[in-house]
Structures are given as structure tokens and as C-alpha cells.
DNA sequence: ACGAATTACGTGCGTCCGCACACAGTAGGA
DNA sequence: TCCTACTGTGTGCGGACGCACGTAATTCGT
């Protein structure tokens, strides 16, 4: 009774995303960064250019939109992004990153760079991590 | 500013996870199953011969070994699972699958594996499937 | 043999998370 | 111009989750 790859494949990204992320949220905020779900936000608002109807983000982002839209809030106390109306659509509204949101997230990016760098580096020659990187591109790339 | 191979492919990791799993959680409801984290906690005990010490169980399982003791809680509530104290060692207990808990468990796995199937299957042809399987599996014996 | 350190486990508690719903705004047909 | 269907968003609520801690049992050094 061989077990399918399909199946081999999924029970591995079940497992190493539940070994991998702890490690990964613990010495990020061990080294004063920001949390993940921060990061991720901010990161995808920076190479959007900065801004980004709600919706937009809740798809691009690895969270939900409801989570993004609580998290952009906290953002915004934290003075790193900017709740903007749309003049074009009255029901949507923009986040835009503010200077400093654009400035924590420059800093914050090495931390986690380096992180996964040095947690997947220690696992996977470069070869292996190139053709993972391809074949997960490859499984999104046809959701 | 290309991105490194080992981000590409832990964000990969991130996206397909989150992605494929509530996918594949609706699916599996929806078709009377069980929740995924009591079949995680069943099918574990079931290719171990159906006894495990909680911790080892905790280790086996993607989930914390504190939820586990409290997933297995819930199993013993619906005759699932049965508590048992260890001989050899008083601090540790036992969770035996019960036949029932077998029989469901049993009953259970053509659902998940259909819906791994299909939803992996759809995205990734079938040497694309076993490479990535190979390449995580290498990964996590890595961790 | 006895105390300190370690191990296995369960639980209180607070956080993270998303579904279901509510609400405001828009689009489109008659 | 209405009236209806739809879309983009925020929020109440409850569940899932794991950390920190407490407790009981075992191990080990002396």
C-alpha cells in the first residue's frame, strides 16, 4: 500500500509549513522585527507601488480579507499605512503606505530574507531549492 | 532584484498552503467527513498501530502537542479514541484507537485522499507530483 | 537514599483567524 | 427615475491554536 505523490506532497507542505513558520516567527521577533502578518501586508503594498484597494491586498496576502482589513486598522494606529477614500467608488477604500511604513518595511526586510535563507538553506542544497521554487510557482500558477 | 530561490519557494510553501487547505477542509465537510485535525490524529495512531504516548503523537502530527491532548479529548468523548495510563511510566498516557475509532477512520480516508488527489492533480502533472514530494520529503528529513 | 533536575502531561488564558451578517454604494433594466 | 441585484467593505462572534504555567512522576548524581 504505497502512498500516492500527490499525497506525499501535500503531507509535506502540511509539515514542513508547520515546522518551518514557528522557527521563522521566533527569531524574527526575537531580532525586534515586525510580526508576519504585518510584513507580508507591507511587503505587498510596497511592490504594488504603495497602494492597493482592501480587496486587492486580501488576495494578494496570505491571510483573509477580514483578517487584512483588521490588520491594515492596526497599521494605520501604528502610523505605517494610511486609510484613503476611492473618489471613484465609494464603497472601496485604499491603504497606502506612509513614508515610515515604507521605511520599517526596507528594515524589517533583511531580518526575514536572511531567516528563510539560513531555515531553508540548512535543509535544501541551492539546486533543490531552485527546483522547489519552480514546482510550487508551477502548482499556483494553475490554482 | 531577483528573488532568491530559497524565498521563491518558501512563499510558495505559504500560498499553496493556504490556498489547498481550505479547499480541501469545504470539500471534505462538505462530504460528511471528519475535521481534518481528528483524521490527522486518527490516521497517525492507525499506521501506528494504534497506540501512541501523547507526546509522540504530538510529535508525529502537525499540530501542537498541546491541541493534540486536547483533540484527543474530544475523540475519547465520541468513542473514538480511549485514554490509557501507561504501566511502565505513570506521567504518560496512552491513546488507543478504539475499533470504532478505526472503522471511521477507515471510512474517512477515501474522501481525503480523493480530494488531495484532485486538488494537487489539477495543478501538478504527475512526475511534477512526485518531485515535489521527493524534494519536501528531502527537506523535512533535513529539519 | 535523597534532593535537584528533567520529563510527560493537562489547563487557564489570551491571540489569531475567518464565517456569517450588516451596511453602504454601484450598476442595470424597465 | 425607481427598484432590484450585486459588489466592496467592516464587524460580532465563536472556534482554533499554542504559550506559560502547574503538577505529578521519573531519573540521576552524590
Redesign the interface.
Known sequence: MST???????A?????????LPLLDREVTAQGGLPLSWYDVLLELASAGGRLRMSELGKRV??SRTRVSRIVDELAAAGLVQREANPDDGRSSFAVLTPEGRARQRAAAPVY?RG??Q??????S?G??????D??????D??
Chains 1, 2 share one sequence.
Open positions: 500516492p505523490d500527490s499525497v506525499r506532497a501535500w509535506g507542505v502540511l509539515r514542513l509549513h508547520s515546522q518551518v496570505v491571510l530574507l528563510i535563507e531555515e531553508l538553506g540548512r535543509r535544501l541551492p533543490s531549492q531552485r527546483a522547489l521554487a514546482l510550487l510557482e508551477e502548482a499556483l494553475a490554482g
